[in-house]
């Protein structure tokens, strides 16, 4: 079974997730200081949001798997659309270990589709950014203190970090 998966960025979680319950009508099902996960049924979605070194909005969206086999059917059909597939084994990402592929929509979204298949007990970084970057921005990795000084500059390329 598949969930559509939202993930955004907010200056201020206690706030955003203050938001979320009363729009959800529930609590968050994970809450740390950094960021808050609904797992919900109605409708069928994991909503994430954290407090992270990017900029506050749509960070990215995807799709969650239940299986790895609806992990490799979903990636397959993201690889058949021509965009570049980025796949990646057990990320360490959102307090979990997952399985993910990455692509970029036509306008730049950035769509994951993951199978997770573990927890862990700090946020990680599953390093899209940094394979992302690596051809384009150098030693400069994204969610960086640098990086976004170069960009603010114009020396970094911000759509190369997704």
Same mark, same amino acid.
């Given at each position: ?74 990636? +397959? ?5 021509? $965009? ?5 084994? #057990?990320? =360490? %990402? /959102? ?47 994204? +969610? ?5 000084? $170069? ?5 970094? #390329?911000? =759509? %190369? /970090?997704?």
């Amino acid at each position: 079974m598949k969930r559509l998966h939202v993930h955004i960025s907010v200056d201020d979680l206690d706030k955003s997730v203050g938001f979320y319950s009363t729009l959800f009508g529930t609590a968050p099902s994970v809450l740390k200081d950094d960021y808050a996960k609904w797992a919900l049924d109605d409708p069928r979605v994991n909503f994430a949001i954290s407090k992270r070194a990017r900029t506050a909005g749509l960070d990215h969206l995807g799709i969650q798997v239940d299986e790895a086999e609806e992990l490799a059917e979903v990636a +397959g059909r993201l690889a058949a659309s021509g $965009a570049e597939l980025l796949e990646q084994k #057990d990320a =360490a %990402c /959102c307090y979990a270990r997952s399985d993910k592929a990455w692509v970029n929509d036509p306008q730049g979204i950035a769509w994951e589709t993951f199978h997770s298949h573990g927890e862990i007990t700090r946020y990680g970084e599953d390093g899209r950014e940094e394979a992302a970057a690596s051809a384009c921005c150098a030693d400069l990795p994204c +969610g960086t203190d640098e990086l976004a000084a $170069a960009q603010k500059t114009g020396d970094g #390329d911000k =759509a %190369c /970090c997704g």
